[in-house]
């Protein structure tokens, strides 16, 4: 070979291995795909008519994955989640930072593709509990069903319920419960983070007085909702609630009233609360634990023996510690099979890194994704 075809040579070699690695290295750098965050209005025909007059049309926020867009043929499983008391959807969006980390996981791997529901159930007495009732309206049918329906009829989902996740944080995690153990025909995994509201006695210990007396921030003696938001200061309402009650655990009680004591002819609250005239109302507090998940499970244990997963979780720290502990006992005895993890933080340090590490992966790992 001659001096000049040999260099010849060199370079182009040369040039092409320069080409790969600048190739390879754009390739390590390009920047990860993000899916995209839709907010919708959602009408529930289960809402209609509520005695509060909040409106039955309601903000979803709807995260599509990256590949949503491109792949015009693929179908998604879908993941319900839902917000704890105080919040409203587009706070709890921001408070978990959930489209990043949705997106993080899926880069990274320890998450497929899937579609994140996150409805709004902030209501004039900043929370509905997720509940059944004519004054705060049916939420239990408005999840189960309003909104499930919305979403498979508008969005590429596998519309079954093996590809259908329910998950929630406080309150969150108490309509997780309450709803999944009604309504397995729907979904097909449970993840339960820090669930208020497991056993409802509206007369806390020490002789504090009931209701909205009891609900401390952390609100572990009268099961009571704990507030998200900016953590120790119980404020994550205010923001979101000016004009539609007092904000913050000043609509407590009237929140656990509305939901679990109803009264159609009681207005202008249209609620009967557990006290009257300084006297306990001993139906009013049958209500209330009656609306109890502690007291409830052994009612629904084949249903919730139809789940494919379930998955509890509550920070050592946290004020509801004992009794989601107590629900896992529980679920323990009658033979439903669950998984329940503790960890080192209170009700809401960790929830952040729990759904990025957690939450998410679970349900990729045990959502079928299969048409």
């Not at 025909?45 to 039955?56: T, V, Y």
């Not at 409203?88 to 921001?94: C, H, K």
């Not at 609100?219 to 119980?234: D, F, M, N």
Request: proline share 6%; with cysteine.
């Amino acid at each position: 070979m001659t001096p000049i075809r040999s260099t010849f040579f060199v370079c182009v070699v040369a040039a092409f291995v320069i080409g790969l690695a600048t190739f390879s290295s754009a390739q390590t750098n390009a920047p990860s795909k993000k899916g995209s965050v839709e907010k919708v209005s959602v009408h529930g025909a289960a809402l209609q008519g509520n005695l509060e007059g909040d409106s039955p049309d309601r903000d979803v926020f709807i995260y599509l994955p990256p590949g949503y867009a491109s792949n015009r043929n693929q179908r998604y499983p879908v993941v319900y989640l839902l917000h704890g008391y105080g919040l409203t959807a587009e706070r709890w969006m921001s408070f978990t930072n959930l489209a990043a980390a949705a997106d993080k996981d899926i880069a990274a791997g320890t998450m497929k593709e899937m579609i994140l529901v996150n409805p709004d159930a902030f209501t004039k007495y900043s929370g509905s509990m997720y509940s059944a009732s004519v004054t705060t309206g049916d939420w239990e049918s408005y999840i189960a069903d309003d909104l499930v329906a919305y979403v498979d009829g508008h969005y590429r989902t596998i519309p079954n319920r093996m590809s259908r996740g329910l998950g929630g944080h406080s309150m969150g995690g108490y309509g997780t419960i309450r709803i999944g153990m009604k309504r397995p025909d729907v979904f097909g995994s449970l993840y339960i983070m820090s669930a208020c509201c497991l056993m409802n006695n509206p007369f806390p210990a020490q002789g504090r007085g009931a209701g909205a007396r009891a609900a401390a921030p952390q609100g572990e003696r009268a099961g009571a909702p704990a507030t998200e938001g900016e953590r120790g200061r119980g404020d994550g309402a205010r923001g979101a609630g000016q004009g539609r009650g007092r904000g913050g655990f000043g609509n407590v009680q009237g929140a656990l009233a509305a939901a679990f004591s109803p009264n159609p002819k009681n207005p202008p609250d249209f609620f009967d609360n557990p006290t009257k005239d300084g006297e306990p109302q001993p139906l009013i507090v049958a209500k209330w634990a009656a609306n109890s998940p502690l007291a409830m499970i052994d009612q629904y244990v084949t249903n919730l023996k139809k789940y494919h997963a379930i998955m509890g979780e509550v920070g050592l720290q946290d004020g509801l510690a004992a009794s989601n502990t107590q629900m896992d006992q529980i679920f323990t005895d009658f033979g439903v099979t669950h998984t329940f993890e503790t960890y080192e933080g209170d009700h809401t340090n960790r929830v952040i890194e729990r759904i990025e590490m957690k939450v998410l992966p679970f349900f990729s790992n045990n959502l079928s994704f299969k048409k």
